[in-house]
C-alpha cells in the first residue's frame, strides 16, 4: 500500500516560512501541488529521490526549496518569503506516470492535504 501523508501547514504572516513534510513511499518521483478556493490544481515543485533532481513552477522559484530524507521516506517543501497568493491547500503526489511533471492527471496517489494561510 502506497502511504502519501502531509503535514506541516498553518497559518503566517506575509514574508514568513512554513516547512511541509510530505511521508510518500515506494516511488522515486514525488510532487508538491497546490490549489486554492476556486482555482485549478497548480504544480509547485517536484523531486526525484534516486536521479536528486528537482523542477520548480514560476511562481515559488527562489522562495520555495524541495528536499529529501530518504532514512525517513519523507519529501519536504520549505516555503519562504510567503505572499497572501500562496494561501492554498497544499497536497503531495507519487506515483509519476510520466509526460508533464505539473500536469496533476500524470500522478498517481494524493495525500489528504495540508493548509497554507498567509495574511497580509
Known amino acids: 500500500q502506497v502511504q502519501v501523508v502531509e503535514s506541516g501547514g498553518g497559518s503566517v504572516q506575509a514574508g514568513g516560512s512554513l516547512r511541509l513534510s510530505c511521508v510518500a513511499s515506494?516511488?522515486?518521483?514525488v510532487a508538491w501541488f497546490r490549489q486554492a478556493p476556486g482555482k485549478e490544481r497548480e504544480g509547485v515543485a517536484t523531486?526525484?529521490?534516486?536521479?536528486?533532481?528537482?523542477n520548480y513552477a514560476d511562481s515559488v522559484k527562489e522562495r520555495f526549496t524541495i528536499s529529501q530524507d530518504n532514512t525517513k521516506n519523507t519529501v519536504y517543501l520549505q516555503l519562504n518569503s510567503l505572499k497572501p497568493e500562496d494561501t492554498s491547500m497544499y497536497y503531495c503526489?507519487?506515483?509519476?506516470?510520466?509526460?508533464?511533471?505539473?500536469?496533476?492527471?500524470?500522478?498517481?496517489?494524493w495525500g489528504q492535504g495540508t493548509q497554507v494561510t498567509v495574511s497580509s
Open positions: 503526489a507519487t506515483g509519476f506516470r510520466g509526460g508533464m511533471f505539473f500536469l496533476d492527471q500524470n500522478w498517481i496517489y
Open positions: 515506494r516511488y522515486p518521483d
Open positions: 523531486i526525484n529521490r534516486v536521479r536528486h533532481t528537482s
